[in-house]
């Protein structure tokens, strides 16, 4: 099974996205989603990488005792989040080219409300942030200071994010970059999960600290709805990871439900999702992207560009790691 750290390597991007209705074919249509006779696996979760173990372990806590699924996707990410071993997301991520660890995030329950968080510093959990500007703020989205103020008003502590590991890499980096920031496989990665509670409502969250050594003030796809997460209860709910300029450039995961809203399963929307970004950007040498999603059934995909991604999964009778169908080959 490969890991994370062989999913991506240096990514050419190009290309815009449209929408198409070429996809619904009849041979793909294995979902409907208004079909009552069909049973539904719930509680679920699923989660993106082999961190995804862990955090679907303590989405599981909420879910297992009948708790609501936005508790349980910010538990779970929160669990990535604040540990300092993964240099991808929360405390111990990578910095930006000027040494700075700046994270994003974003959180959407079943009555479609959501919150995120972009560029923000010195914040250990940014998904409680996003999940505060959800539910205290008329806003969806805050930034940078802004969003660091935020933060400290409702009460969160700052954080060196900046672990000793990290500063090495970063410093490392520095001695031949020439100050231009890279994308490859050690260095970029989310957490995206997905659950359907027991009462049969969906929710979503996606953080990260995006790519390494990337300019001061890029933002990526992750806290970005319906480029990195996006739920609609009636349906279902998906979210990315890879190179986030690719997936904004088509609304991924918005379009991944709205394929699931079609027909479509929720491996053949990945698929498709995938298929449309390599249709639209005219060099893919080594670029990746990923997709997983859960649909109202509680049925469960995943699909990328090349090999290599998988995703964590758990109901009351699996735990385990799933390699997802790709494309292709490196």
């Known amino acids: 099974m490969k890991t994370r750290r062989n999913f991506l390597k240096l990514s050419a991007l190009g290309g815009v996205a449209i929408i198409s209705n070429s996809c619904f074919s009849k041979e793909n249509e294995s979902v409907k989603i208004n079909d009552t006779s069909k049973n539904v696996i719930k509680p679920i979760v699923i989660s993106t990488w082999i961190h995804g173990m862990e955090a679907n372990a303590a989405a599981w806590e909420i879910l297992a005792k009948k708790g609501n699924s936005i508790d349980a996707v910010e538990a779970g990410v929160r669990v990535t989040e604040s540990d300092p071993e993964n240099s991808s997301v929360g405390i111990g991520g990578l910095p930006d080219r000027d040494g700075k660890v700046t994270l994003d995030a974003c959180i959407m329950d079943h009555e479609n409300n959501c919150g995120a968080v972009a560029c923000l510093q010195d914040i250990e ?40 590991s990290s500063k090495t890499a970063w410093e490392k980096w520095k001695e031949e970059s020439k100050y231009q920031p890279v994308i490859n496989s050690e260095n970029h990665d989310t957490i995206g999960l997905l659950a359907l509670d027991e009462k049969g409502n969906l929710a979503g969250a996606c953080t990260t600290s995006g ?58 929307a990945c698929k498709e999702a995938v298929q449309r970004i390599i249709k639209k950007h005219k060099d893919l040498t080594n670029m990746q992207v990923g997709f997983i999603a859960l649909n109202k059934y509680g049925e469960t995909g995943g699909y990328s560009v090349y090999a290599g991604f998988n995703y964590a999964l758990k109901s009351s009778s699996q735990n385990e790691m799933v390699d997802a169908k790709f494309d292709r080959n490196w």
Do not use: W
Not at 131 to 142: A, G, I, Q
Not at 218 to 233: E, W, Y
């Open 211 to 268: 790519m390494a050594y990337k300019l001061h003030g890029r933002v990526g796809d992750s806290p970005i709805i319906g480029a990195g997460l996006f739920v609609d209860n009636e349906v279902g709910a998906a979210c990315a990871t890879g190179v986030g300029e690719a997936v904004i450039r088509i609304a991924g995961s918005a379009i991944v439900v709205e394929l699931m809203r079609n027909g479509l399963s929720p491996n053949d």
């Open 125 to 164: 959990n940014p998904i409680s942030v996003a999940r505060k500007v959800m539910e205290d703020t008329p806003h969806v989205m805050l930034v940078g200071d802004g969003a660091k103020q935020f933060a400290l008003e409702k009460g969160f502590k700052e954080t060196n994010l900046l672990t000793n």
